[in-house]
Structures are given as C-alpha cells and as structure tokens.
C-alpha cells in the first residue's frame, strides 16, 4: 500500500510532493525520475514573452535567497509548440501549468489559449502581478479582484483551479476565502516575501530593480503560519510552499494544513532534495504505518 497518496482536489497524486513555480525544469530530469513526484508545476507562463528583469537579480541572504526574475518566459505560443509537448512526453504525474497576467483579460485569454491543449491537468494562478487595470497594484492584494477574477476563469475550465496567493498581504485569509468564494478548487502558498539586500560597503542594491522577493529558510515560519491560518478558514485543499528543505518540514506544513507541499529554493543547493525527501517522507509513513492523508491538518496546539 503507498502511504503517500494524496489528492489535491480533483487531482490524485502518488505522493504530496511538487516542486514551487519557477524553480525547477526538465534539465532535473539528468539527476532523477521526474515521475517519481506527485505533480510537476511549470515556470510562470504570460500571453506574451517576456524577458525579464535585468541582472543581478539573483543574491543569496544568510538564511534565504533574493529573486527579481521578473516572469521571464516565452510566452503562451512558444509554450504550448515547444515546451508542453516535452512535457507531455516525458511525464505521467499531473502537468501543473502556472499564469500570470497583467489584466482579468489577459488572464482570461491565457486560460483559454491553454484549453485547447490536451495533457494539462491544472492550472496555478500566479496574482503576485501588477493588475494594469488597477493602478498596478498586484490582483493578490485585493479581496474583491481575486473574487471577480477567480469567478471569471472558474468558469471557463473543467480543469483543477489553484489560486496561489500572495503573502504580502495584511490578512491571508480574507485573500484565500475570496478565492475559495469565487470557485477556486485549491490554493497554493505561499508565494515570495518582499525582501533586499544593500552591499553596506558601496551603498548599491544588492538586486538592480531593489525590492525583490525572499524565499527559502528564512521564510518558514512565515509560511506554515499561513498555511495554518488559511486552512483554519477554508474547505478546499492547500498546496504548501516556503522554505521547506527536508521530510520533517513537509511534515510540519501536512500538520498544519497542507495536503501537498512543493519544493523550491532548496533544490538549488541539492538538485536530489526533491527525492530524497519522497523517499524519506516514505520511510517515515511506512515506520509510523500511517497514510500521510491521515496527518494534514492534524496539528495539536
Ligand atoms: C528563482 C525563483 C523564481 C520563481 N519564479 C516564480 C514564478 O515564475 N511563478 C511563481 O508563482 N512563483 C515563482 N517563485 C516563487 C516560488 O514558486 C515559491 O512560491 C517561493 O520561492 C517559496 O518557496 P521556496 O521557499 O521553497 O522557494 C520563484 C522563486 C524563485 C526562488
């Protein structure tokens, strides 16, 4: 019996562990089975390509890393004609597509585009972005938007809806009941902190666009707080991210409320994070003879 089986909304998935949007490709693929997650979740795509922030837009922190990627991808066309197809080749988990747009429009064009694509399973909704109908404050931040625009897309998909949200925020879960309201399936969290870095010798940003966003370690405790808080207020099922480097922190964030978890920035500093913690999240199951399902949201205070 696999004790790791677990489902997130519609999809059903052979163990809880995916890796965080934009943080791993198919090049992982020379250092394991890919197969052997529970999902794959794509880079951010946009209806157009974009470039990306100019460098330096990577700086390593003490305990965390600073990113200014900026979204850089190749849009929708050249997603679906060049990487979908490898994608679909190569995996049999469930294909987590990730959008992001600058418009309930363009979200709402992306999605559509993306429909006529077999081999997607679900789409992550990345609203960490400036909403150009909104004097550019990112869709995340704001209750009512994350509402109209979750209504607008849950209707154009059978496929399994994730909102992830922003924990930027002054109240995660107002934010994640306005997704689950407006017919979101599930909720991934938790996106980048706001962070920077300064080199105190020059005075120079460490980032060349200054504010970027913080994840790894550093953000741990920030997200398994959210992921808690939120899965105290809503029904539908949470994907989990933010610093999680190893078994036991899968653990504490299926405690808290998650029924799957992804890995990001620790797999840059060990590319076999992601199945060394499969095959000790297993060990641990078969030791405890417990199914992981058991333990999401079993936390005790
Ligand atoms: C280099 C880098 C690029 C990222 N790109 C994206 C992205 O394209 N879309 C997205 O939704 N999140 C993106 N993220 C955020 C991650 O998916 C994740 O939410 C965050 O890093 C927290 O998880 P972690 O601490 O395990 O990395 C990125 C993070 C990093 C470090």
Redesign the pocket.
């Known amino acids: 019996m696999n004790l790791l089986e677990t489902s997130l909304g519609k999809l059903k998935l052979q163990n809880p562990i995916t890796?965080?949007?934009?943080?791993f490709g198919l090049e992982y693929a020379d250092f394991f089975d890919l197969n052997l997650m529970g999902a794959y979740?794509t880079?951010?795509i946009t209806l157009l390509p974009k470039a990306g922030n100019p460098p330096p837009r990577?700086y390593e922190t003490k305990a965390?890393?600073l990113?200014s990627?900026g979204?850089?991808?190749p849009g929708v066309q050249s997603f679906c004609a060049e990487q979908l197809p490898l994608l679909i080749e190569r995996l049999k988990i469930p294909i987590i597509v990730?959008i992001?747009g600058s418009s309930p429009d363009e979200f709402e064009s992306l999605l559509l585009r993306l429909e006529q694509e077999n081999g997607i399973q679900a789409y992550?909704i990345?609203i960490?972005c400036p909403n150009v109908e909104n004097e550019g404050i990112a869709f995340g931040l704001d209750a009512f938007v994350v509402h109209q625009l979750t209504q607008r897309l849950s209707r154009l998909t059978q496929r399994e809806l994730i909102l992830?949200l922003s924990p930027n925020v002054t109240d995660i879960t107002e934010i994640a009941l306005a997704a689950e309201a407006g017919g979101a399936d599930s909720l991934?969290?938790?996106?980048?902190l706001f962070g920077m870095a300064i080199d105190w010798k020059t005075g120079k940003s460490r980032i060349r666009k200054g504010i970027a966003?913080?994840?790894?370690?550093?953000?741990?405790p920030v997200?398994l707080a959210m992921t808690y808080k939120v899965a105290q207020k809503v029904k539908i099922p949470i994907l989990a991210?933010?610093?999680?480097?190893n078994w036991q922190d899968a653990l504490e964030f299926i405690y808290a409320g998650a029924s799957a978890i992804?890995?990001?920035?620790?797999?840059?500093s060990n590319p076999r994070r992601v199945p060394e913690l499969i095959n000790d999240l297993g060990n641990y199951c078969n030791q405890a003879d417990t199914p992981i399902k058991e333990l999401i949201g079993k936390v005790t205070l």
């Open positions: 890796v965080a949007s934009g943080t979740v880079k951010t990577l965390g890393l990113n990627i979204l850089q991808n990730s992001s992550e990345n960490s992830k991934t969290l938790i996106n980048t966003g913080y994840s790894g370690a550093a953000i741990k997200a991210m933010g610093g999680i480097a992804a890995i990001g920035t620790a797999s840059f």
